[in-house]
Structures are given as C-alpha cells and as structure tokens.
C-alpha cells in the first residue's frame, strides 16, 4: 500500500527560528514529489523534486529529495509568523498521475 | 488569470437530496482530479481524470459521480448525500508531468 508520512505532525517556534520538515514515502511507480502549503483555504505549490541530491530554493524556503533513501525535506530558515499554516508532502505516481499526500505538519510560528 | 475555480464554496444540504460541485479550469490542463480533506485524515483521491472520457475511481469514490465531457470542467455529483460526505472538497488539475493547481475548496455539510 502507498505511504507518505511527514513528521513531525505539528511544531511551534519563535520568530527567527529555523525548521526541517521531514516526508518519507513508500509509493510505486514514484514520479515526483511535491511540497504544498495549506493556510485556511487552498493548497499553494512551493516545490516539485523529481531527482536527488538537488535543492530548490524560494527565499527562505529549500527543499531535498533522497530517492535512495525515500524522503525529502522541507526547510524554512529566519521563520516568520506568515510562515505558521499546514506543509503538505505529496507523492505523484507515474502513469496515474496519482497524488498520495501525508497527513501534513502544523507549523506555529509565536513572535 | 490561470486558475481552478469551484462552485459553490460553501453548501448545506440534507440527507438525500442531489448535488453538483462544479469545477473549472482554463489552463488548458488534461488531468483532472477531486479530493476530500477531513481532520486527521488528510487529502485523500475521490475520482481522476486523464482526459476527456477517461475517469477513474481514487481513493475514496463511495458514493460520488464525476464525468468529463469538456476539457474543462470535471463536476462531482452526489446522488444521495449522507452525513459522512460533510466535507472540505476540492478540485485540482495539472499538465502530465507538471504540478498541481487547486480550487479554492467547497466546504459541505449534509445534515
């Protein structure tokens, strides 16, 4: 059965804190992964991974995957209370197109 | 502006009584999909879309209908609602191989 599990499941920081957010996936047929961010309403795409060992970058925000291993992590460096909502880690199967999602990591950003 | 759009964003309904949520998209996308969110569940896959006429079941399909007659528009019909449906849905669409847009959400609630 598919798996994609994000740890941990909830966070609370400070302002200026860094953070890694973890995603292990057990998916066949991987194609690529995606890191979304949830606050209230829709979720908004930040990173697709398809290959190791290359980061994406977006301000403050980079990301890793590890096929070898199965995970990717997700980290926000100098956080700031905007960055408190839900990170999704999603899986895409090849063929199907399939979006397998891990429950997701709470994070709380305090000032 | 490239966007998923959904309709309504908010329903109460009773039990029985059928329903349609709609969904668009004018990105041109070929794949289409639904999911539901519930507390301490995550997103989970309703029903999918490879193609015009190409639908196939998710996840979760108990209980929902979809169909794709235009490119476009990818609804998710309720025959007979029932309290287990009281849910966050939402829509998303992509290009093969490309990320995942959202729709704003539709939150139903079946008394």
């Known amino acids: 059965e598919d798996k994609v599990v994000q740890s941990p499941l909830s966070l609370v920081v400070h302002e200026g804190d860094t953070v890694t957010l973890n995603c292990s996936y057990e998916?066949?047929?991987?194609?690529?992964l995606l890191w979304y961010k949830q606050e209230k309403k829709a979720p908004t795409f930040l990173f697709m991974l398809?290959?190791?060992?290359i980061e994406k970058k977006s301000g403050r925000l980079s990301s890793i995957l590890d096929k070898k291993e199965l995970f990717s992590i997700l980290n926000i460096t100098a956080t700031q209370t905007g960055d408190s909502a839900v990170y999704l880690c999603?899986?895409?199967?090849?063929?199907?197109?399939?979006?397998?999602f891990g429950k997701g990591t709470k994070l709380t950003v305090n000032p | 502006e490239a966007q998923v759009t959904q309709n309504p964003r908010y329903l109460i309904t009773v039990t029985g009584k059928k329903l349609t949520v709609t969904c668009s998209q004018n990105?041109?996308?070929?794949?289409m999909s639904w999911y539901r969110q519930d507390p301490g569940l995550g997103l989970r896959q309703i029903y999918y879309?490879?193609?015009?006429?190409?639908?196939d079941k998710g996840d979760v399909p108990e209980g929902y209908k979809v169909s794709r007659k235009e490119k476009r528009n990818f609804p998710l019909i309720l025959e007979s609602p029932s309290p287990n449906q009281t849910s966050l849905y939402f829509c998303?669409?992509?290009?093969?191989?490309?990320?995942?847009?959202f729709g704003p959400g539709t939150r139903l609630t079946v008394l």
């Open positions: 879309s490879m193609n015009v006429e190409v639908t």
């Open positions: 998916v066949t047929n991987f194609r690529s």
């Open positions: 990105m041109n996308h070929e794949y």
């Open positions: 999603a899986v895409v199967k090849g063929g199907s197109e399939k979006l397998v």
């Open positions: 398809t290959s190791s060992g």
């Open positions: 998303a669409s992509s290009f093969s191989r490309g990320t995942f847009i």
